[in-house]
């Protein structure tokens, strides 16, 4: 085997992201605009708050798509898929223990005993 044939081959097996000047150039000025323009709504009041908060959210879910493909670089190719799999088994972890939670104190709140005054005298 050759030397430009052992150099080939490393290159083919480099399916990862390569992080450029500009890649990072782009991902820090899609950060600012995902950044300034919910400040710009918050602070002009320009929308209600109902909206306001949609778009805030909205634009923060965008936001952290782009710090993972820009800053952290992560894609289908890098590692072989296996972060991209652990992101995706992570977030489904996070959902799921969100939802119990929410569903525990929901069921908690309304199976709770009364706390009026009246009704705790009139308690057995």
Same mark, same amino acid.
């Given at each position: 085997? &050759?030397?430009? @044939? &052992?150099? +080939?081959?490393?290159? /083919? @097996?480099? =399916?990862? !992201? /390569?992080?450029?000047?500009?890649? !990072?150039?782009?991902?820090?000025?899609? &950060?600012?605009?995902?950044?300034?323009?919910?400040?710009? %709504?918050?602070?002009?009041? +320009?929308?209600?708050?109902?909206?306001?908060?949609?778009?805030?959210?909205?634009?923060? +879910?965008?936001?952290?798509?782009?710090?993972?493909? !820009?800053?952290?670089? #992560? $894609?289908?190719?890098?590692?072989?898929?296996? &972060?991209? %799999?652990?992101?995706?088994?992570?977030?489904? %972890?996070?959902?799921?223990? =969100?939802?119990?939670?929410?569903?525990?104190? !929901?069921?908690?709140?309304? $199976?709770? #005993?009364?706390? @009026?005054?009246?009704? #705790?005298? $009139?308690?057995?």
């Amino acid at each position: 085997m &050759s030397t430009h @044939d &052992s150099h +080939a081959e490393a290159h /083919h @097996d480099d =399916l990862g !992201y /390569h992080a450029t000047v500009k890649g !990072y150039a782009i991902g820090f000025v899609l &950060s600012v605009v995902l950044t300034a323009i919910p400040f710009w %709504l918050v602070m002009t009041g +320009a929308l209600p708050k109902q909206a306001t908060t949609f778009i805030i959210v909205a634009f923060a +879910a965008v936001q952290m798509v782009v710090h993972m493909i !820009y800053f952290l670089h #992560m $894609n289908a190719k890098a590692e072989g898929g296996w &972060s991209l %799999l652990a992101l995706v088994f992570t977030a489904a %972890l996070v959902v799921i223990m =969100l939802a119990g939670s929410i569903w525990v104190m !929901y069921h908690m709140n309304t $199976n709770m #005993m009364p706390v @009026d005054a009246h009704q #705790m005298r $009139n308690m057995p």
